[in-house]
C-alpha cells in the first residue's frame, strides 16, 4: 500500500476498549499538533444520514456522492456497489498527519492491538504484525505493551517509529 501519510492500525475484539483507548490516543497527538485522520471499519450495515433530512432524500433519490458543506467542516457520503478495500478509503483522506484505522484487521499496516483479559481469551492480529500491544496486564508478544490509560506511552511510539519513522 503507497501512501504518503503514515498509517497504523488498532485492532481487537468487540467491547475490549478500543473506542475509549482510540480516544485518549488522538487527543494526546492532537495536543502534540498533529493533525489525525481516523477510519472505522464495519462489517455492519450503517445508515450515514438522518431520515428526511435534505441530504438522505438527495441520496435516497439515487446521488451516488452527496456532500454537505457548511461552517467548520463538510462531511462526504460516497455510494459503494462493494464494501471498499482500506486502501479505497485511505486514498480519499488527505491534510492530515497520520491516518489511525479501526478494524480492517488485514491491511498490510502496522497494529496495536487493544486486549483485555477477562473480555477476549487470545489476540486477534497475529505477533508479526504487531508494532505494540495495549493491555490491562502484561503481554510477552516481543513488542512494547502499553496500560490501557497509557496514551502517551503509545503516542510516543507511535510519534518516532510511524510519524518521524525513527526505528
Given at each position: 500500500m503507497e501512501t504518503s501519510i503514515p498509517v497504523i492500525g488498532l485492532a481487537g475484539y468487540s467491547n475490549s476498549g478500543k473506542?475509549?483507548?482510540?480516544e485518549k490516543l488522538i487527543a494526546e497527538l492532537k495536543r502534540r499538533g498533529y493533525r489525525v485522520g481516523i477510519i472505522k471499519h464495519t462489517h455492519h450495515p450503517v445508515e450515514f444520514d438522518q431520515p428526511a433530512k435534505?441530504?438522505?432524500r438527495h441520496a435516497r433519490a439515487g446521488a451516488d456522492v452527496v456532500a454537505l458543506a457548511a461552517p467548520g467542516g463538510v462531511s462526504l457520503i460516497k455510494k459503494f456497489d462493494h464494501e471498499p478495500v482500506a486502501e479505497k478509503v485511505i486514498s480519499m483522506i488527505d491534510g492530515v498527519?497520520?491516518?489511525?484505522?479501526?478494524g480492517y484487521k488485514k491491511g498490510k499496516w502496522p497494529k496495536i492491538e487493544i486486549f483485555q483479559q477477562g473480555v477476549t481469551e487470545r489476540p486477534v492480529i497475529p505477533a508479526e504484525e504487531l508494532l505494540a500491544v495495549v493491555s490491562n496486564v502484561p503481554q510477552s508478544a516481543g513488542v512494547p505493551c502499553f496500560g490501557?490509560?497509557?496514551?502517551?506511552?503509545?503516542?510516543d511510539l507511535i510519534e518516532r517509529v510511524i510519524i518521524k519513522k525513527e526505528i
Open positions: 473506542t475509549t483507548f482510540l435534505d441530504t438522505w498527519d497520520v491516518i489511525v484505522i479501526e490501557l490509560n497509557d496514551a502517551v506511552g503509545t503516542a
